[in-house]
């Protein structure tokens, strides 16, 4: 059974740093791409960011460009995204998520994800 | 590409059957998910490729449309399809998600 447990999330202030982690079983983690997927309260789906099966390759929605970064240790089946200079707007649930599917496209790679995690609250406060 | 949803809400009694409508500001061809979230849960895959079925997912969901307009038809309404539902496309940068629709109970 496919499992994405995430962790790490928690009330950060204005500016400040936070790293959320997943980790996977269930499945070969280091044979599939994986995501970040967001989620405001009340509000929808948002994709953040994604990580090629042995992390060379890397893609970001604009907003969190040169503030998020995502990585992953594939000997630990683990997924991370480090988040700086973090925003009131990037309060979330951030979910983990395994991507069935993705394709080259202008721009980026473009991922379908298939299973997801129950998420982690990230609170940006002051 | 930006996605539409409509409605926005859908208040449907048990048993009964829904159609949704997402649409995309241009053709994605077939690439289009659709996901189903319940209260507190995360979202569940149900359709991708327009129309395919995910692992485990019952016959009353069903999904069709090609180029820009789309549908997800839920027939025989149980209880616990009571949820919000998201399309997703993903054939144009960035991976955009639809607003989304709510399913509640009449």
């Known amino acids: 059974e496919v499992q994405l447990m995430e962790s790490g999330g928690g009330l950060v202030q204005p500016g400040g740093s936070l790293r959320v982690s997943c980790a996977a079983s269930?499945?070969?983690?280091?044979?599939?791409?994986m995501s970040w997927v967001r989620q405001a309260p009340g509000k929808g789906l948002e994709w953040v960011a994604n990580?090629?099966?042995?992390?060379?390759?890397?893609y970001y929605v604009d907003s969190v460009k040169g503030r998020f970064t995502i990585s992953r240790d594939n000997a630990k089946n683990s997924l991370y995204l480090q988040m700086n200079s973090l925003r009131v707007g990037d309060t979330a649930v951030y979910y983990c998520?395994?991507?069935?599917?993705?394709?080259?496209?202008?721009?980026?790679?473009?991922?379908?994800?298939?299973?997801w995690g129950q998420g982690t609250l990230v609170t940006v406060s002051s | 590409t930006l996605m539409t949803q409509s409605p926005a809400t859908l208040s449907v009694s048990p048993g009964g059957s829904v159609t949704l409508s997402c649409r995309a500001s241009?053709?994605?061809?077939?690439?289009l998910a659709w996901y189903q979230q319940k209260f507190g849960q995360a979202p569940r895959l149900l359709i991708h490729?327009?129309?395919t079925r995910a692992t485990g997912v019952p016959a009353r969901f069903s999904g069709s449309g090609y180029g820009t307009e789309f549908t997800l038809t839920i027939s025989s309404l149980q209880s616990e399809d009571f949820a919000v539902y998201y399309c997703?496309?993903?054939?144009?940068?960035?991976?955009?998600f639809g607003p989304g629709t709510k399913v509640d109970i009449k």
């Open positions: 998520a395994r991507d069935r599917l993705t394709r080259r496209v202008v721009g980026g790679v473009i991922s379908n994800p298939d299973y």
């Open positions: 997703q496309q993903y054939y144009n940068w960035p991976p955009f």
């Open positions: 490729g327009a129309s």
């Open positions: 241009e053709s994605i061809r077939s690439n």
């Open positions: 990580i090629m099966q042995d992390g060379s390759e890397k």
């Open positions: 269930g499945f070969t983690f280091s044979d599939f791409w």
